[in-house]
């Protein structure tokens, strides 16, 4: 008999700890600042003149050519397919 009154308020606690709702209140909304004005440009003028044309680019590097390659002679290669 104890055991089961001892569960019954445990029971009971447990129950009202999970219901115990908190009740948030919304923070009151800021206050509307005052509208500013904003200064925008103007239109846009003309075009200006063209620039003088840029210093031509660096020349490419030309290496030493390597020496040609060997044939395969009786190399056999073996290509298996992926699965």
């Given at each position: 008999m104890n055991h089961f009154l001892l569960l019954a308020a445990?029971?009971?606690a447990t129950t009202l700890c999970?219901?115990?709702k908190t009740t948030n209140t919304p923070a009151p909304a800021a206050a509307?600042?005052?509208p500013t004005t904003i200064v925008v440009a103007g239109p846009a003028g003309p075009?200006?003149?063209?620039?003088?044309p840029g210093a031509?680019?660096?020349a490419g590097n030309d290496g030493e050519k390597g020496d040609p390659g060997k044939t395969g002679g009786d190399t056999v290669?073996?290509?298996t397919p992926q699965k």
């Open positions: 445990l029971f009971a999970a219901c115990d509307t600042p005052a075009a200006g003149a063209d620039g003088a031509s680019g660096a290669v073996v290509v």
